[in-house]
């Protein structure tokens, strides 16, 4: 049984360097690539403002958010939810640069990055010049994202759980060859096992018809390639 967990959060703006923060997480279960029932959501008060435009994004006001707890008060729950499985993200670098900024300031063990699955690096690599966003892939793949008004964690995480299976090769994952961290860190086509050239016997007359073609060629490549291999 491989169990992974599609992961996606929101926050106060765009860099944890800057002193933003998260205010939701969504996370959503998944055994052997396909989701189950069971999540992790959960509101966090960010002890700091929502700017209005973020607001205009997911819809979390500071007003909401007051009587949420904070993040070190669920990190354990958190942690144990997600416990050793690999993380499915989409644009991975950005919510895991949230992740661990607050893991590290509840002076928690950081989350490595060997650990997550970037579905948008691998979509980025099977479809070249086409938005890989995740309402994008969602119509691409023919995923009813239509209650997606606005952006939420855990419907995102949904989502995107749905997104993953499809990117792996649909209902039947099996069928994508290859390992999807190597599709993420470059590898264009997946490893596969080595088979020896089959021989097959050419009847004679196809050989004399072959020699007769090529007598009418002009310093024919094949034979150029015939007297190298004798």
Not at 88 to 102: C, K, L, Q, T, Y
Not at 128 to 137: E, F, I, N, Q, R
Request: aromatic share 8%.
């Amino acid at each position: 049984m491989q169990r992974e967990v599609a992961l996606d959060v929101e926050t106060t703006g765009l860099s944890a360097l800057s002193g933003d923060r998260m205010v939701e997480i969504g996370c959503v279960e998944l055994i052997n690539h396909v989701a189950t029932e069971k999540n992790f959501h959960i509101y966090l008060n960010p002890l700091r403002d929502v700017p209005e435009e973020v607001v205009k994004i997911h819809g979390l006001t500071a007003e909401f958010l007051a009587d949420k707890p904070t993040f070190p008060e669920i990190a354990d729950d958190f942690l144990d939810f997600i416990g050793d499985a690999d993380i499915v993200i989409h644009n991975a670098s950005f919510d895991m640069g949230f992740i661990n900024n607050e893991l590290e300031l509840a002076n928690k063990e950081l989350i490595t990055m060997s650990r997550v699955i970037d579905t948008y690096t691998i979509a980025k690599r099977m479809f070249p010049g086409d938005s890989k966003s995740l309402d994008a892939l969602c119509r691409k793949f023919g995923i009813d994202n239509s209650a997606r008004t606005k952006h939420g964690a855990l419907l995102d995480a949904e989502l995107l759980a749905d997104v993953y299976l499809e990117l792996i090769g649909g209902h039947e994952p099996t069928f994508m060859m290859g390992n999807l961290k190597d599709m993420q860190n470059g590898a264009s086509r997946a490893e596969r096992p080595f088979h020896a050239a089959r021989v097959f016997p050419v009847p004679d007359d196809e050989i004399k018809l072959h020699e007769a073609f090529l007598d009418k060629i002009t310093d024919p490549i094949w034979r150029k390639e015939k007297e190298k291999e004798d």
